[in-house]
Structures are given as structure tokens and as C-alpha cells.
């Protein structure tokens, strides 16, 4: 069936944090400001997982409920087959609500107070909250910005693995928010400087479907099929179906004992119930007959970058933008426009009323950037990028 994703849904009276919560982000919006922050789409759902929804409502009881089930496994599993020729045993993927809890679980399960965990900012900042949060301290292996196009300083990485209390590195696969997407050749020599270091990578791969059109993306454990046990990916379907309410994720663990530790701990110690009936109709329906919506999805993302791309050019030309490689992320350099990075942000909020998320909540890398999401209708993008050039341009010279 053919999606309408140029349809504006109105999200309130939804329980949207990104539409009826943006105060929790900043207190000086206003009802008519226009909400670029938070990572989840605009669009509807696809109509097979909505279906399944009814289906399981219909059903009428929403007792305790497992997805330890034949058809569930063979849709996620089989999903990881056919777009990344990615082999993954079922007995190996264990449940978490989120992938942001499930990396604090690992955490807890290899590391000790004080130890180091390397992380490559400007990046998701709940991966710095979750490491100082267990008294564990960030290692930075800040990214390198060559005019927009971003790589790793592997000289850095290698100094900061070789240090023996550095235990955990967090890959950000693809990268949110700079966009990168990781090449084989980049990820197999991170990959052996860590693991010749002895040092974990928690792989984040929850960006891992949503990819422009000729990149593809390498599931970081394919590349070391020897270290497979030192490597945990992150996976969920909340990014790619925009499911991020449902709350499921699939984390895959190879090493027996840490997935033993991890079940003693999550399941037993921390008491984490199995997931919710209508999560796992939702999650069992996304992989299994999610594609079709998907496709649609990322030919109106693409479309939807390069429309962003021709509007900066054409109205902020003062910008620099290289559209992301993956996500639906834009992260954009206002830097030249001569703000302060707080008069920058508080413009954008106050006077243009849109809300992007301010790029030093990624790491001070991030100064002088703003990270849009762009998956909202084209008429929203373009409404709130106008509101961005009004504002911008008003005043030529301002410091
Ligand atoms: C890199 C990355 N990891 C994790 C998450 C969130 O995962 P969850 O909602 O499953 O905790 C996001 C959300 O934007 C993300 O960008």
C-alpha cells in the first residue's frame, strides 16, 4: 500500500513528549512552537503493526506475557538475515525495554566505579549520563570534523584503550548525531584496537535501518567472528518503526557467561518483568511485515534531506550541513552566523519558535550546531526552516 507521509497527524492529546512535553527541554516554549528535538517520527505507523495492535486488543485480556515464541524470533532474527546477511542464533538475544537501560546493564555487569568507558563525542548524551550516573568516568575520543565530513582520531583511541582502566568502549553505529555511517574498513580498525586492548565495545546499532539510499551498514560483530563474545550489539525496532513508545529492545549477547550474569541481574535483581503483549504483537508485526512502510519511509527521508539541503543553500547559506549518511538526523553548523552558541539556541527557541535539540547537549564539540529532526511532513521541515531564515537573517552582523 502507498503511505502519506505529507499528512500531518495531530499528535496532541497523544501523550507525546515531543509535541506536549518540549518543556520538559526548554521552559520558553510556546504552543505554537514547532518540535525538532526528540528522536521519534511524525508519521504514521505501518499498517500491518496496527493491525497486529488491534488484533491483540481485540483479544481482550493483557495479562503477563513472554515473546519466547517460534514466529517472534524467526521475524527478528530473520529481518537481521535479510538486510544485513547478519546471522544471529535466537538463544543469544536477550530482552530490555531500552537500549539506553540495557547499556547501563552492562555497564554494571563488566565495569567497577572509576573504571573508563570511551565514548566518541559530539554523541547521544544519555551515554554520558549513564556511565557518570554508576560513578564510571568518560573517556573522550572526540570525532574529527573535517569540514563536515567526520572521522576517528584512531591515534586518541588507541592512547585511551591502551590505558588498563579503560574497560568499555560505547560505538555509536551509525552515528546520532553527526550521521555517520560507519565503513567496514573504519570499523574493523576501531574494532581491533579495542579488542587487542581488552577493552568491551557495547555496539549501539539502533540506527541501523535508516540509511540513505546506497549506504549500507555493517553490523560491527560480523567483521570479528573469532571476538564476537567481546562484542554486545544494541538493536531495536523503536527507531526504524518508530516504536519507541512500546519500549522493546533486542540486545544480542554471544558470550554465555555475560548472558547468564545479565539474566541473574535483569531478570532476578532488578526485577525486569518480560516485555508488554502489545509491544511484542507490535515488535513480532514490524519485522515481520514491516518492510513495504520502511522502504517508503527512507525514500521520503532522503527526499526530505535534500529539500533541507537545497533550503540552507538557497536561504542560510551561512550554514553547513552534510546530509547524514543514516538517522534521520540533520546536525547542522550555525557557527558562522556569529552567535554566542546560547544566543544561537535561545533565537532559535524564543523568536523563530522551533525547538531543535542544541548541540553542546552532545559534548562542547557541539558547539555552534543544532540537531533537527527531519521526519516530519516536508510542509513541517519547510515551515520551520522558514522560521530559522527569518530569524537568522534578520540582522547581518550581529556580534
Ligand atoms: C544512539 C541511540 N541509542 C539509543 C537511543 C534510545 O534508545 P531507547 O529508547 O531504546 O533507550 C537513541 C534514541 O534516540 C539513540 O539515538
Redesign the pocket.
Known sequence: MHYDFDKIIDRTHTNSVKWEFMQVMESEVTADTLPFW???MDFPCAEPILTALHNRTEQKVFGYSSHDTPEFFQAVCGWYQNRFNWNVDPAHLAY????????GFILDLLTKPGEGVIIQRP??H??TNIIESRSRVVVNNPLINQDGDYRIDYADLEKKAQNPDTKVMIL?S????VGRVWQKDELLRLGKICLQNNVFIIS?E??CDLLRRGIRHTPLETLFPREQHRIIT?T?P??TFNL?GM???NIIIRDDELREAWALYVKGRLAIMGPTPLSIAATQAAYSQGEEWLEQVLDYLDENISFMQSYLAEHLPKARFSPPEG?Y?AWVDFSSYGYTHEALYKKLVCQAQVLPQSGTVFGSEGMGFMRFNIACPRSVLREGLKRVAAVLNQETNPV
Open positions: 526528540v528522536a521519534d530490555s525495554p531500552g537500549v539506553v537501560p540495557a547499556i554523541v547521544y544519555p551515554f555509536c551509525p552515528h546520532n548525531p549501539d539502533i540506527h544494541t531495536a523503536s527507531k519507541a519500549q522493546f529492545s538517522t538526523l
